[in-house]
C-alpha cells in the first residue's frame, strides 16, 4: 500500500481518463490525498452503466452496461455528495475497476 496513486488525466481534446500511476511518478510539489479503499459488497438496483470516467465524460469511458441485481464490491467514493462508487466485479470472468452512480446500488 502507499506505492501507487490514482490520477485523472487528459488524453484528448475533452477526455479524461483515470488510473494509477507509481507513486514514485506523481510530482514531490503535488499532494496526492490517501485513498481509503473499503470492500462493501452491494448489488445494482437497477441498470446502469459502469465507466471509466465519471468526472468529465462518463459517456466517453463507457465499460459496459450493468443490469439490475449485479454483484460489485464498493471500494470508494468519488464526486460531490459522494455522486459516484468505485466499485470492482468480475466480467467474462475478468476484474475489472470502474465507476457507477451511487443512486443505483443498493
Given at each position: 500500500t502507499?506505492e501507487w496513486?490514482?490520477?485523472?488525466?487528459?488524453y484528448?481534446?475533452?477526455l479524461y481518463?483515470?488510473?494509477?500511476?507509481s507513486?514514485?511518478a506523481?510530482?514531490?510539489?503535488?499532494?496526492?490525498?490517501?485513498?481509503?479503499?473499503?470492500s462493501?459488497?452491494m448489488t445494482m438496483?437497477?441498470?446502469?452503466?459502469?465507466t471509466d470516467?465519471?468526472i468529465?465524460?462518463?459517456k466517453?469511458?463507457?465499460?459496459?452496461?450493468?443490469p439490475?441485481?449485479?454483484s460489485?464490491?464498493?471500494?470508494?467514493y468519488?464526486?460531490?455528495?459522494?455522486?459516484?462508487?468505485?466499485?470492482?466485479?468480475?466480467?467474462?470472468?475478468?476484474p475489472?475497476?470502474?465507476f457507477?452512480?451511487?443512486s443505483?446500488l443498493?
Amino acid at each position: 500500500t502507499g506505492e501507487w496513486a490514482l490520477i485523472g488525466y487528459g488524453y484528448g481534446d475533452n477526455l479524461y481518463r483515470i488510473g494509477y500511476v507509481s507513486r514514485s511518478a506523481v510530482p514531490s510539489d503535488v499532494r496526492a490525498g490517501i485513498l481509503n479503499l473499503s470492500s462493501v459488497p452491494m448489488t445494482m438496483k437497477e441498470d446502469g452503466n459502469l465507466t471509466d470516467d465519471p468526472i468529465m465524460s462518463p459517456k466517453d469511458g463507457f465499460i459496459a452496461a450493468l443490469p439490475g441485481g449485479t454483484s460489485v464490491t464498493a471500494l470508494a467514493y468519488t464526486g460531490k455528495n459522494d455522486r459516484w462508487t468505485y466499485v470492482e466485479l468480475s466480467l467474462n470472468g475478468q476484474p475489472v475497476r470502474g465507476f457507477v452512480a451511487t443512486s443505483k446500488l443498493q
